[in-house]
């Protein structure tokens, strides 16, 4: 049973959507003060947690894993996904293992990845 890349990214917006109705958000507190992420830190994190192995160094997606950056989702939105993720192909990362914070830090890095160029700035492709 294989999906295209395109359907689970559909898929998991889908849940993340149905996720944020059906539990409920972090502590509203707790993860005001976790959303002053370091991106540096986010990006060690994004590494050592293995998040790149199928969302790309960079997030930009991959075979396994969609594009999450450099608009990454609210980050209440993607807190309560990584905390559901049991429903997809995605590992759950509960609050234990990764943190609000860590999240934060992450969620800091993916925003602070620029936009790739856009294709008609790009002299080869203009041939």
């Known amino acids: 049973d294989t999906i295209s890349l395109g359907e689970t ?5 889908a849940l993340a959507a149905a996720t944020l109705l059906a539990v409920a958000l972090p502590d509203a507190s707790a993860l005001a003060q976790a959303a002053k992420g370091d991106a540096t830190k986010g990006r060690e994190i994004f590494s050592t947690k293995g998040c790149w192995s199928c969302h790309g160094y960079n997030g930009q997606g991959g075979v ?9 989702m609210p980050l209440e939105s993607m ?10 192909r995605m590992p759950p990362y509960d609050a ?8 934060a830090h992450i969620h800091a890095y993916l925003a602070s990845l620029p936009k790739p160029a856009d294709w008609k700035t790009i002299p080869l492709l203009k041939q």
């Open 9 to 13: 990214h559909m898929r998991l917006t």
């Open 64 to 72: 396994a894993g969609p594009k999450i950056a450099p608009e990454p």
């Open 79 to 88: 807190v309560a996904f990584l905390r559901n993720a049991d429903k997809t």
């Open 96 to 103: 234990k293992g990764l943190p609000d914070g860590d999240v």
